[in-house]
């Protein structure tokens, strides 16, 4: 993708909706993202996976105007982030990981709030409000305030928020972070209601299964680099698509193969208990990180 000159702003066709490529963001010394590149295509839901600190959230930072990478380019929607601002800010919603909503307000006040700043008209701004109140399924507390929401209201609000001026772009930090299983396959439906009607979805999470069920594409991210991009199956199948599993004094080994029976052969070979399983992606993360999945959890 060729970014637009400095002085103009030239939309190109936006079959991919989100591209960086070779993004660095050092602070200081230290570097949070270390020539990261990849392209999201229209209509996908692609996800970062990886740990707190691994560079998830520095990446969505920049890709929305945020803060400024230090080297590489960045495109959403077709405009340079650095040159196009504004244009980018026009096309893109975005769900933040902590809280920022106004609890001193209601539901529906903190829509009519973002919906001023959007400049939006009265009509439109009031239909908009009951539409996106409905979408999310809070019309019945939209009038309460947000102090007494709980974690998966609060998010479900963060999301309508995001959706007031119909971006066709939407960025969403651990969307699901802190909220009890439950409520986050609520969040999880939403997601994909709003990518069946057609919104280009970039979310970070370090929820294993959250993106081996949410995405059509995923990039593990450690360390602030890249490591592998893929669809899930693809990454899983790039390991192996059966795992046997025993334990040792080490702790548990696994060996990936091609073939179930190329698995169970194994196995058969060995005189002590093993698990012949489907290979998931936290077999994936596990195999290029090094880290186990409590650890992705936790850090």
Not at 58 to 64: G, K, S, V
Request: overall charge neutral; proline content about 4%.
């Amino acid at each position: 993708m060729k970014g637009a000159g400095a002085d103009t702003c030239v939309q190109e066709q936006p079959a991919v909706m989100i591209e960086l490529k070779d993004v660095v963001k050092n602070y200081g010394r230290i570097t949070a993202v270390a020539g990261v590149s990849f392209q999201v295509l229209q209509g996908e839901i692609f996800g970062l996976l990886g740990p707190n600190g691994a560079g998830k959230t520095t990446t969505i930072r920049m890709l929305t105007t945020l803060t400024r990478p230090t080297a590489g380019e960045l495109y959403v929607a077709g405009y340079p982030v650095a040159t196009c601002p504004v244009e980018v800010k026009k096309r893109i919603g975005v769900v933040p990981q902590q809280n920022n909503l106004e609890r001193e307000l209601t539901g529906r006040e903190n829509l009519l709030l973002h919906a001023l700043l959007h400049r939006m008209p009265r009509v439109e701004r009031e239909r908009r409000i009951e539409e996106l109140l409905d979408y999310v399924g809070l019309s019945s507390r939209a009038d309460e305030r947000v102090q007494h929401y709980s974690g998966g209201m609060a998010r479900r609000l963060l999301i309508a928020r995001a959706l007031l001026h119909c971006p066709p772009i939407l960025f969403l930090d651990e969307p699901t972070i802190g909220l009890d299983p439950q409520t986050r396959r609520r969040i999880w439906d939403l997601i994909q209601l709003m990518n069946r009607d057609g919104m280009t979805v970039l979310l970070t999470t370090h929820y294993i299964e959250e993106a081996d069920s949410l995405c059509h594409r995923v990039g593990i991210i450690d360390h602030g680099r890249l490591i592998v991009l893929g669809t899930p199956a693809e990454l899983k199948e790039r390991l192996g698509n059966y795992c046997v599993e025993f334990l040792n004094e080490q702790g548990t080994e696994r060996h990936f193969f091609a073939t179930r029976s190329e698995a169970k052969a194994y196995a058969q070979s060995k005189d002590f208990d093993t698990v012949v399983r489907r290979t998931n992606l936290e077999d994936v993360f596990v195999e290029l990180t090094g880290r186990e999945a409590r650890e992705l959890a936790s850090v």
